[in-house]
């Protein structure tokens, strides 16, 4: 089902593609079967048996491209054109675990994996309905001394969004929990759920809505749009006072970027009032007409940052109240 899917909607679009090939790191040795995706979309591709791949652009943003397959390391490139070849190289994983899991740790399997669950898919509505289809696929390891839930896997985490109406393929690099702080880093894909139809796609289009607005994604194309008024947004300063946005979109050889110079209160007046803190890790943060940011960029907390697996859309995504005829 995966190949037929990404051989699909890798060749229907004519526009220019991008080609490459994936070898095995520190080697010139083909990887047949990786995953080469825009990050966070449904866009894709399978590497054939020469490791070669091709891949069509996205529409309204410059995702990385995002190269994964089981038992490596992923990668991404930030930076390309379809007018050169790209060779990427993955490199193997290697995991020293086998002492720690087979040992008790002092957490049960049952309490790891619900804490795993609570922080990756979040608790939400959405994340209620969203189901871990793998679970015994991924190893939790918890720390004693130090309070900490790790996880690993080798095989990518499936997902199935229920109320969403969406299927996720996420490749986890690192999960870290603690009372005091969580990380976790990774790169997905998205598939819709065929099996929807009539009031059942009716009931999902509402719930993508009600998950979109007041979201990272709305956020970001609110601000590349200029329109955070119009869309119920205000921005507040350290002093609690009304932000001017005027200079915050500047533009850059790379396209549009953020630039703030404090942290900033972000409050979005849509269906409930929340509140989401703004902070800058460097000056400029490139940001994308689809909502897509870069990460390293931009440091969130309060209602957005906790929106996770449960409650994302693809970059594709259109509000239905906003699409053209």
Same mark, same amino acid.
């Given at each position: 089902?995966?190949?037929?899917?990404?051989?699909?909607?890798?060749?229907?679009?004519?526009?220019?593609l991008?080609?490459?090939?994936?070898?095995?790191?520190?080697?010139?040795?083909?990887?047949?079967?990786?995953?080469?995706?825009?990050?966070?979309?449904?866009?894709?591709?399978i590497?054939?048996?020469?490791?070669?791949?091709?891949?069509?652009?996205?529409?309204?943003?410059?995702?990385?491209?995002?190269?994964?397959?089981?038992?490596?390391?992923?990668?991404?490139?930030?930076d390309?054109?379809?007018?050169?070849?790209?060779?990427?190289?993955?490199?193997p994983?290697?995991?020293?675990?086998?002492?720690?899991?087979?040992?008790?740790?002092?957490m049960? *399997?049952? !309490?790891?994996?619900?804490?795993?669950?609570?922080? @990756? $898919?979040?608790?939400?509505? /959405?994340? =209620?309905?969203t #189901?871990?289809?793998?679970?015994?696929?991924?190893?939790?390891?918890?720390?004693?001394?130090?309070?900490?839930?790790?996880?690993?896997?080798?095989?990518?985490?499936?997902?199935?969004?229920?109320?969403?109406?969406?299927?996720?393929?996420?490749?986890?690099?690192?999960?870290?929990?603690?009372?005091?702080?969580?990380?976790?880093?990774?790169?997905?894909?998205?598939?819709?759920?065929?099996?929807?139809?009539?009031?059942?796609?009716?009931?999902?289009?509402?719930? *993508?809505? !009600?998950?979109?607005?007041?979201?990272?994604?709305? @956020? $970001?194309?609110?601000?590349? /749009?200029? =329109?955070?008024? #119009?869309?119920?947004?205000?921005?507040?300063?350290?002093?609690?006072?009304?932000?001017?946005?005027?200079?915050?979109?500047?533009?850059?050889?790379?396209?549009?970027?953020?630039?703030?110079?404090?942290?900033?209160?972000?409050?979005?007046?849509?269906?409930?009032?929340?509140?989401?803190?703004?902070?800058?890790?460097?000056?400029?943060?490139?940001?994308?007409?689809?909502?897509?940011?870069?990460?390293?960029?931009?440091?969130?907390?309060?209602?957005?940052?906790?929106?996770?697996?449960?409650?994302?859309?693809?970059?594709?995504?259109?509000?239905?109240?906003?699409?053209?005829?």
């Open positions: 089902m995966f190949t037929l899917f990404f051989l699909v909607i890798s060749f229907d679009v004519s526009a220019q991008i080609k490459g090939q994936i070898l095995i790191y520190g080697t010139e040795d083909p990887l047949p079967n990786a995953s080469i995706y825009y990050d966070g979309s449904y866009k894709g591709g590497s054939d048996s020469a490791g070669n791949f091709q891949l069509a652009p996205i529409p309204a943003g410059k995702n990385p491209i995002v190269i994964s397959a089981i038992g490596y390391h992923s990668t991404s490139i930030a390309y054109t379809s007018e050169e070849f790209i060779k990427i190289y993955l490199q994983k290697t995991y020293v675990l086998d002492a720690v899991v087979v040992t008790y740790d002092g049960s *399997r049952e !309490e790891k994996e619900a804490i795993f669950k609570t922080e @990756f $898919i979040g608790v939400s509505e /959405n994340s =209620r309905q #189901e871990i289809i793998n679970i015994d696929d991924i190893n939790l390891v918890y720390n004693r001394k130090r309070q900490t839930i790790e996880a690993f896997s080798e095989e990518p985490i499936l997902l199935h969004n229920k109320a969403l109406g969406f299927k996720i393929t996420y490749y986890l690099d690192q999960f870290r929990q603690s009372p005091e702080n969580l990380y976790f880093s990774g790169n997905y894909f998205f598939e819709p759920d065929t099996t929807l139809s009539g009031k059942n796609l009716k009931r999902v289009e509402r719930k *993508r809505r !009600e998950a979109y607005l007041g979201s990272r994604m709305h @956020f $970001i194309r609110s601000l590349y /749009n200029d =329109r955070l008024r #119009e869309d119920g947004y205000n921005l507040l300063n350290l002093s609690r006072e009304k932000a001017d946005n005027s200079g915050m979109v500047v533009y850059t050889e790379s396209g549009r970027s953020l630039f703030i110079k404090s942290r900033l209160a972000v409050i979005y007046k849509g269906n409930q009032r929340t509140t989401t803190f703004l902070d800058k890790t460097k000056d400029f943060t490139f940001i994308a007409k689809n909502g897509f940011y870069d990460p390293g960029g931009i440091v969130w907390s309060g209602s957005m940052a906790n929106q996770r697996m449960g409650d994302l859309l693809p970059f594709e995504y259109e509000d239905s109240r906003n699409r053209k005829p």
